[in-house]
Every structure is written in structure tokens, then in C-alpha cells.
């Protein structure tokens, strides 16, 4: 609705009926500047000068008064109230007004255009993902419309809101004409499909030092793409959190080191989605620290914190969003007290938020299992299960399902090296894939570093929908493509024989690769469809 500009009220219980006697009588008065379109309002400004009396008639529309549309086509008031027209054409609008007993009448025509017909563009158009299309047309009262859509590679459709399904991404142009009764009216617009919508796994690898992604999708094929983002060495944690991919590295020594492999040089960093927007969170300066206190895994909280753990020295906690921040003190670590041992071996590895808590795992030699704090670095309590038994490298939690999956660094409890399952308070533990062939040093899993101080793996993740199913997915490097306890460790000739796998949350696949020629560290399943 519009506001004329002559509208002034002294009182609410008095109303204005003339204009002031300023200068000559003059009747006249206008229509809105901008084309009206039917069904629409419209809003007359009076620019009559010293009349006392008015009389609008405005044949072919409508009053609106409040809520209210009134067969009223007429009003006596200083400035009618705002008239509908109801179908497009011509209308004679026409004013009379008195000046005591001298009388003036001006009239006007307003044309009230027929809306053209608008297609309405679906949200995020996909291959092979059926949306729905629909446009906004007028229609005579009582009358009907037909529609002719014209979908290119999609097919054609008679329907007022056609499904459609496109097969190849990039631009389409689509065609709409329709039939009103009286014409035909056509418009077109350029729609963008994008390729299958799929979350996203992204992971790091060791030959190339870069990031790649890979989409999960199902109904075509994937490859893997660089994202344009590099790292330095043993960049061993990733994480996705809403629009951002968070990446922690430990730099170049990872364990007992001297030297270059001593200095503290690892480093948080964040970058958009598509690898841009590189951005240093924080990073530990080597006059004062040393790898010890090097960033090793991560995880941002739902406050928009970022957790990560170090080789020896606990956790630290920062905003996320942060830039080049000061490198924090200690949040938590634990202590004799709590391990109810010496702690010389309890190596911080894994972290995660889960619930209200924030869980980590130690993967030592006596260090073992997971722990749990508060947000604010209180211990809370350790689990009392068999998986306490195990040094934890990483670990993904399936809340659906109700399992702990893990990667332990050393054979014990009779258990070899290899990846499980647990239920969620650590019970019932089941191998998923610890084979003899799969075995640290024996042509399996890469030795690099040293017993009790293995890489090994260091991310995994789960992609599970609301009826758990799914797959775990996890980084695999073979001995025969990287292995040893040097600074950094040696390189085959490719990584042919190492990739990502994946494991049936159901149980009824064996584990096996997704796909290989990656050495991965760090892996992160972005969990939004994009």
C-alpha cells in the first residue's frame, strides 16, 4: 500500500475535508509512477488546491478499507482510499470538487497492466535429483490457464508445477508459454544444475603435501580434485565445521627428535570450502617451545572453538575464527592423579566434542583410552571397559548406531594393531580391520615413527543417515609407500598401494578401498550435501 503525501491528522477523531486557501482553486491529482500490474492497488495523491468538497468515482474498481475490499466505487473523501482493480485494462478515474458554489471536475485514465508470466526457479538444482518448477501467472476470475513448459535435455510439460530431472550439470535454458483465455505469453529464464549434491570427504596426503576432496556420490562417478591448498609435513588432522575446513599440522618431527625435527613448527590453519581464504589460526614459537608442543588432532566445538592436542603436552583451546592469535597456554592435561600412574607416556592424540563433553584418546605406551572433560577443562571421568585397554590414535563416534570406532597404535589386551569397534561406553569390541597382511612393519600399515609412537592413522570419520546406514571411512598408508622413524620418512616411488577405505557401518562388507594413490593423514567428511 502507498502513502499519499496530503494525509494529515491533528486529532484521530477529527477528519480533514478541504484544503487550505493557499493561491488559485485547482482540481487535479495523480496516479503512482510505476506500472500497476493486475490484480493490484493503487494509491491516488491529491494535488487540488482550495477546494472544500470532494467526489471520486473510479468505475471498475474496488475499496479497500482495513482488511476489507468493498464493491465501493466512489468516496467522498479528501483522498479516496486505496482502489483495487481487479483485471488488467483501462479505467477512468474522475474527480469532481466545490469550492463553495464554484465546481471543477478533472478526469484521468490509468492503465493497469496484465502480469507476465514468471517462472518460479527452484533451490539447488541437481543432477538426477528431481525438483519441481512453478510460475506466477494472472488468470481471469472463473478462467483457466495452460501451460507449455519446454525443459531442454529434461524433457516438456502441460502441468501448472511440472517435476522435472536433469541428467548433465552447467547452465539450462528453460521455456514457459502460456494461454490465459484471451493470449499466449511466454518468457524464459537460464537455470544453473549442479553436479550431484554429496557430502564431501577431504584429506590430506604425504607425497604431495596438498589437500583433495572427493564427493560421495551415488549415482555418478567422482574423482579426486585439489582443492589449490598445500600443507607442510604430517599435516595429521582435518575437520569440517559449517562453511570451513580447519587443518592441524605437527611440522616436521613427531617424535623423540633433535635438531631441525626438535624446533616447534607446526601450525592451525583454516580455509574456505574450495581451498581459498587460507587463514593462520596460531602456531607455537620455537624460541619458546619445541615439536612437544606442536598441534597434532583437532576438532571445533559447537561454540566455535577450536580443541587440539600435542605430542606431550595435553590440550589447548582457541576461537576458531581467530588470525595469527598468540599461541595459548595448557587448557587440561592429565596427571598422575587422574591416570593413577606415572604419566610420562601419556601422549594426547585424538580429540573429539562429544555431547557436552570434549574426549580424548592417549596413545602411549602406558597412556591408554579415552578420557572426558568439560568445557572448561574439568575431568570428568575415563572409561572403565575394555577399550581403556587400547592406545588410542583416533577415533569417530557413531551416534545413530551407538559405536566408538578406533585405531590403536600397539598390539594389547591380545589385540593386534588394527581399526575396531566398540559400543558406546567401550564394551563388546569387534575388529573391523586387523588382518596378519594388515600389520605394522609386515607389509601393512606404514611404521612411520617409532613402537608406541606410530602415525598410523590419524582421522576417520562417518557418513551415516537417520537409519544407520553408512560407512566409516579412514586413511590407510602402506609400509611399501611410506615407512620409518626418520624426519621426515621415507617416500616410495608412488602411493600406489595405500588410499582411503571405508567400512560398512552394518557390518556385511568387509573393509575396503574407496580408491588409492593418496598417502592420507588428515580426513573430514563435510556432512551437508553441497
Known sequence: MFVTG?????????????????????????????????PGKVVITNRSKNADKFLWEYEGG?????????????????????????????????????????QKTISKTITVEKQ??????????????????SARVFKFPGGSVTYSWDFGEAGTSTEAT????????????VKLTINDGEEELSTEVEVNVQGELAKTIYFTDAFTRRIYRYKLTTMTASQVEWIGATTGYNALGLSVKGNKLYLSETGFGTRFSSGDAAV???????????????????????????????????????????????????VRVLNASSSEAAYPGIKFNINATIAGEAI????????????????????????????????????KDKFTTAIQSHAIRTF??????????????????????????????????????????????????????????????TNMDIDVDENGQGYLYYGYRANTDINGSGNPPTLGSSAANSGVKRYKLDGSESAEFLFKGYAPYGLAIDQIKR
Open 6 to 38: 496530503l494525509f494529515i491528522v491533528a486529532c484521530s477523531k477529527n477528519e480533514i475535508t478541504g484544503i487550505g486557501q493557499q493561491g488559485d482553486y485547482i482540481a487535479n491529482f495523480d496516479f503512482p509512477i510505476y506500472d500497476i500490474y493486475a
Open 62 to 102: 474496488k475499496t479497500i478499507v482495513g482488511q476489507d475490499t468493498l464493491a465501493i466505487s466512489t468516496s467522498e473523501k479528501m483522498s479516496p482510499d486505496t482502489i483495487f482493480y481487479e483485471l488488467p485494462g483501462q479505467y477512468n478515474v474522475k474527480l469532481t470538487t466545490w469550492k463553495g458554489s464554484e
Open 116 to 133: 507476465q508470466p514468471t517462472i518460479v526457479v527452484p533451490e539447488n538444482i541437481g543432477i538426477l535429483l528431481e525438483v519441481t518448477f
Open 162 to 173: 511440472p517435476k522435472v530431472t536433469f541428467m548433465t550439470e552447467g547452465v539450462h535454458l
Open 264 to 314: 616447534a613448527d607446526g601450525v592451525l590453519k583454516s580455509y574456505n570450502l574450495d581451498g581459498t581464504g587460507e587463514n593462520i589460526i596460531t602456531r607455537p614459537v620455537a624460541t619458546s617451545l619445541d615439536y612437544r608442543d606442536d598441534p597434532w588432532m583437532h576438532t571445533v566445538d559447537k561454540y566455535g572453538n577450536i580443541w587440539w592436542t600435542c605430542r606431550n603436552w595435553g
Open 344 to 379: 610420562n607416556t601419556y601422549f594426547p592424540s585424538d580429540i573429539k566434542e562429544v555431547g557436552e563433553q570434549i574426549w580424548v584418546s592417549y596413545a602411549g605406551t602406558t597412556g591408554k583410552g579415552i578420557y572426558r572433560y568439560d568445557y572448561d577443562g574439568t575431568y
Open 396 to 457: 569417530a563416534v557413531d551416534h545413530v548406531n551407538g559405536h566408538i570406532y578406533f585405531a590403536t597404535n600397539r598390539s594389547d589386551a591380545g589385540r593386534p594393531v588394527g581399526v575396531y569397534r566398540a559400543n558406546i561406553d567401550g564394551s563388546n569390541i569387534v575388529a573391523i580391520d586387523n588382518g596378519s597382511s594388515m600389520q605394522i612393519g609386515a607389509g601393512g600399515y606404514s611404521n612411520q615413527g617409532a613402537d608406541g609412537e606410530y602415525i598410523y592413522i
